[in-house]
């Protein structure tokens, strides 16, 4: 049923174009970015994620016989050329920006060097793994950012889009910023916390709630968690939960993790009358705990309204990233080595749309940090031999309107550059730390963000800029090009 | 890195109330429906899709020791629990709508007959698999209605939410009508079309355009597809195309499968200007492609205004179901047959909201179509044992509105089951047809549909009503509900 190799994951053009290469080699190297252009959901930033199965993938890759018999009777691809792929491996090199940091549009997030026909093979696989995990750890950023420090439950299994959108995911969710996720084999794989209670057919498969409650509240005394929408949340599920709650009291069973959910209805009037109902029981401690359609939006607009919401369930819409399904990253040929030559040229991918003009060149992605504040004050995308000096005075400008100018003073700011090797010559030089780490990791990468940065509408963007020696050479190479075209 | 075995592709939930009706054995035979409420991206069917993964699923259902170790490791499983888990193995009966069909909110699409704790674990993965597939055969069903017979080919893979929404997605896509994907895995898995040409790279990574494509066309003459917008469409790209095609024509090799492949830009204005240069030369055969993040809407209205397009390649917002990446299918109790009783007693799931109150009791689903036109003239939700009589007069009422009757003449009508079984006592007793019968099949299922159904604007809703002992049943269970809430 599932492909165990995913040496097929590619599109068909990544194949047909090797064959070109391979029957008419250049022995070309060449520079490939993965970038997005525009940030999900209209925030003013994403969270990269991925690169572990990213690395996988890579470390993988093996035409089996049975893929090469495939390809075979497709009519498409010659002897040569098959006996080639059965003995594939990936010998280039890339550079990540590691899981769990904060990203910006245009900032190459995955830079591979390879032999133009290792390059190709993995752009799809790079795309589609990366797409995904990014897309969901920034919905869940956002999601996260608006529940306040409550916890939020990824419980979107059911509503995502396949298996892997399932399991996956949910590991994004997590380094996003969710506390947990009822999804048990994302548990398994990634060691992160699972979660969850009861659904209504529980309730239902008992003569009545109350005995569907005790009966739950006996096998489960420290997380005892009930769902009281079945049939009335304030006549019948509140006082339900109550009454077994009292009884749990009286013998004696120390009340800790417990509470009600409540899956449907008006989530602010129901919330604040149930705890009304559980704190002049002695229960203003339970959990409340809501679900039903929730996104960022709306667990703001709870929040507002004082709703008496202290942990968050939320599924489908975290889960496909609803409002905004998937990330647009793009990879785009960045610059070209010949066989003979020691030096990358640089190549550039025009538009009509002039934020669409790719940046040419072998490039790599400083950030600056504020010293006082440790806020981002700009990202720079550099040529890769640039060297910046934390101590030197900087103006920066927009490349864009380029006569938007700020002088960043030196010794006010600190330098970190994003891109890191992951894999060498084919092989893995970079460890992931675990999911729970990158979740901790991306808690301070989001606390390197401004609140304006971090709001829902009209976010502030921060500043990424190119450096004057990029700039003066994606202008020479436009220059250039515009010429020819008038000859 | 890929989980083999999706056992554990479940809510924790399902484990914890499992375990419940473990330590607490009623027995209990249980029916549960997996049915929509609201068809995807406002029009007036769904298609079904998935059902061969959901049937593998279920034969592969086992916990294997490491999920074992796993699961006793959360301290929340008892041994003897963990020791049942790992006899595990689904007995019960499954009935489904096969995949390709037409499909309306709330008709069961998938029921599972089966002793509580297995139902209840199976719950998660098929709604997944289910909810995934079916999402995007709906959407490619739509895609394709827009395009009029061209062919469509799914080229998502990039930006699908993971592997599994590419592999399955594509899967989904050519059910619903898709001609091809590009998605290599896809075609070795279900021996489907894959199709393709080159990306933007190819082009740049030559001296210049004419080079690219002269040497493409070398490669390929029977598949000759040229990418025009790396630079400029009609100054360069098309005259470039041009000059190769009429070169192979000097040749003497025969154009057959060759055209040219639009990008970017106003495809409107460009394949109209295209196809003009492209006919002036003597190739008014040639394929005219576009992609650019096409959907249903956009091809509508390039049609509407006659773009000079004859192949559509749809990415992002087919494989995500962009306006609507959600199915929303549920999984909700049904009926509860005690271990002491030969009867199932129907139960029902109250809501707020009328619509969302479920449909009790065993059922099944009727569909009425008009013996004339072919076309669907009304389905009927019934309890199982009902049985319809096409030679006698029926009189159909809307089951919210009940004084809306419609009289259906006997012998002007004929009657089709939709669900039939897939598994019975854990047996595979369904054969799949091939993913290309299904999308012949799907084909024909959308004929039974009139345009008035199908347009994207307000589409004409098709009657799904209840039957009298239905309806009956649905009305005492709400009564007596009520009676007793007024006690």
């Known amino acids: 049923m599932r492909a165990n190799n995913l040496t097929l994951l590619t599109d068909l ?79 280039g090199d890339i550079y990540a920006i590691p899981e769990g940091t904060v990203v910006f549009p245009r900032e190459p997030l995955v830079k591979v060097v390879a032999p133009i026909m290792e390059a190709q093979l993995v752009e799809t696989a790079i795309l589609n793994i990366i797409n995904h995990q990014s897309l969901i750890a920034t919905k869940a950023a956002r999601v996260c950012y608006a529940a ?16 892997d959108a399932g399991i996956f995911g949910a590991r994004a969710a997590i380094i996003g910023g969710c506390a947990g996720t009822s999804c048990v084999l994302t548990g398994k794989m990634f060691d992160v916390p699972i979660l969850g209670t009861h659904a209504h057919s529980w309730i239902m498969s008992f003569p009545d709630e109350y005995t569907a409650f005790k009966t739950y509240a006996k096998l489960y005394p420290n997380a005892c968690t009930l769902l009281v929408d079945t049939y009335d949340v304030l006549k019948s599920g509140v006082p339900n939960a109550i009454r077994v709650f009292e009884e749990m009291r009286e013998e004696g069973i120390p009340l800790t993790r417990y509470g009600i ?25 339970a959990v409340i705990s809501a679900s039903s359609d929730l996104d960022e939006y709306l667990i703001e607009s709870l929040k507002a309204q004082d709703a008496k919401i202290n942990s968050w369930g939320v599924g489908t819409r975290l889960i496909t990233a609803n409002d905004n399904p998937a990330f647009g990253g793009v990879y785009k040929l960045a610059a070209v080595k010949d066989a003979d030559s020691t030096e990358f040229t640089p190549k550039i991918k025009l538009s009509e749309n002039t934020e669409k003009v790719t940046n040419p060149g072998n490039k790599t992605v400083y950030r600056l940090y504020n010293k006082k504040t440790g806020k981002i004050r700009a990202d720079l995308i550099c040529l890769a031999d640039e060297k910046l000096d934390a101590d030197q005075n900087m103006v920066l400008f927009d490349p864009i309107d380029t006569w938007k100018k700020t002088k960043v003073l030196g010794g006010t700011y600190e330098v970190r550059e994003l891109l890191v090797p992951v894999i060498r010559e084919g092989k893995r030089v970079y460890e992931s730390p675990s999911v ?35 700039w003066d050479l994606k202008k020479d190479l436009l220059e250039e090009i515009s010429e020819k075209a008038l000859d």
Chains 1, 2 share one sequence.
């Open 261 to 285: 959910r409540i899956d449907s209805g008006d989530l602010a009037y129901l919330s604040k009358e149930a705890y009304k109902m559980l704190a002049a029981a002695g229960f203003d401690d």
């Open 148 to 163: 306040k420090g409550d916890a939020i439950m990824e419980f979107g299994l059911r509503r995502a889009q396949g298996p």
């Open 13 to 91: 053009y990544e194949l047909t174009m090797m064959q070109g290469y391979f029957k008419n080699p250049t022995n070309q190297t060449v520079i490939f970015d993965m970038f997005y252009r525009t940030n999900p959901c209209g925030g003013a930033f994403a969270i990269t994620a991925g690169l572990e199965q990213m690395i996988e993938y890579i470390e993988n890759l093996k035409f089996t016989d049975e893929d090469i018999e495939y390809l075979r009777s497709l009519n498409t691809f010659e002897e040569d050329f098959l006996e080639y792929l059965s003995n594939f491996r990936f010998t």
């Open 436 to 470: 729970m780490e990158l979740r901790e990791y991306c808690q301070k990468e989001q606390n390197t963000l401004w609140d304006e940065s971090r709001r829902f509408v009209n976010p502030q963007k921060v500043y990424v800029d190119l450096s004057q020696k990029l």
